[in-house]
């Protein structure tokens, strides 16, 4: 099946400090892709849905100037977090969509990062 | 409001026997609805995903079903393993949302020896 690889899969950082995390479709083109955020024992919160060569989708609560989104490409979508905070803590997670014409395209999923403020 | 409620929250149960997970949805128009496995710390991985038009998919141990009419769905799982303890997470997609995914909360699957 196709492959979206989200990197790095756990990061530490020091509050104030801005990370940036990966998120590759390895064997397909994605137009569309998705960050979500998931709180312990929790199920994911879409974030932002992220457009090739557009400006990102943001989610009612999410501040833009907090989560960057650069979808520079067809296989590559990155999300920095800026001026990371300890309640930034989560685990993110991307998703890709082969096919933004086709409606039950099946969506793929990273495999997480986790991210610690310190 | 668009919503996805999954019962029940948590389930434990013996490995080798069978258990059903429930999902009804209030979205509308309705697109098609997906279950997801997600492992403690990974991303989700997809079981099944159905359409109006499909009243059952399997995907090995795995069997899901749809009744549209009631917006219901189930899972079921048969002769559980011990692997099969994780979170499954019913979502559904509904018609003209850009794409955009409507989670349930997940039912936490716990197997025992």
């Known amino acids: 099946g196709a492959v979206v690889s989200q990197h790095p899969s756990r990061v530490i950082c020091k509050s104030g400090t801005s990370v940036k995390i990966e998120c590759r479709s390895l064997?397909?083109?994605?137009?569309?892709m998705f960050w979500y955020r998931q709180f312990p024992k929790k199920s994911l919160m879409l974030m932002a849905t992220?457009?090739?060569?557009?400006?990102?989708?943001?989610e009612q609560g999410v501040e833009k100037d907090k989560f960057l989104i650069n979808h520079a490409s067809l296989t590559l979508s990155t999300l920095t977090v800026t001026s990371a905070h300890p309640e930034d803590s989560s685990f993110y997670i991307c998703?890709?969509?082969?096919?933004?014409?086709?409606?039950?395209?099946?969506?793929?999923f990273g495999q997480g990062t986790r991210l610690t403020v310190v | 409001k668009n919503q996805v409620e999954q019962s029940p929250q948590s389930l434990i149960i013996l490995e080798g026997k069978n258990c059903t997970l429930q999902?009804?949805?209030?979205?509308?128009?309705?697109?098609?609805l997906r279950w997801y496995k997600q492992d403690t710390g990974r991303g989700p991985v997809s079981l099944t995903i159905?359409?109006?038009s499909e009243n059952t998919k399997s995907n090995g141990r795995y069997t899901a079903t749809l009744d549209a009419d009631t917006k219901q769905s189930s899972l079921h799982i048969t002769a559980s393993q011990l692997s099969d303890s994780a979170s499954y997470i019913c979502?559904?997609?509904?018609?003209?949302?850009?794409?955009?995914?409507?989670w349930g909360a997940g039912t936490k699957l716990i197997i025992k020896p």
């Open positions: 998703s890709a969509m082969p096919d933004r014409s086709l409606m039950n395209t099946e969506a793929f």
């Open positions: 064997d397909f083109q994605a137009t569309t």
């Open positions: 992220s457009n090739e060569g557009s400006k990102a989708t943001y």
């Open positions: 999902c009804n949805y209030t979205v509308s128009p309705f697109s098609n």
């Open positions: 159905m359409t109006f």
């Open positions: 979502v559904v997609s509904a018609v003209y949302s850009n794409y955009q995914l409507i």
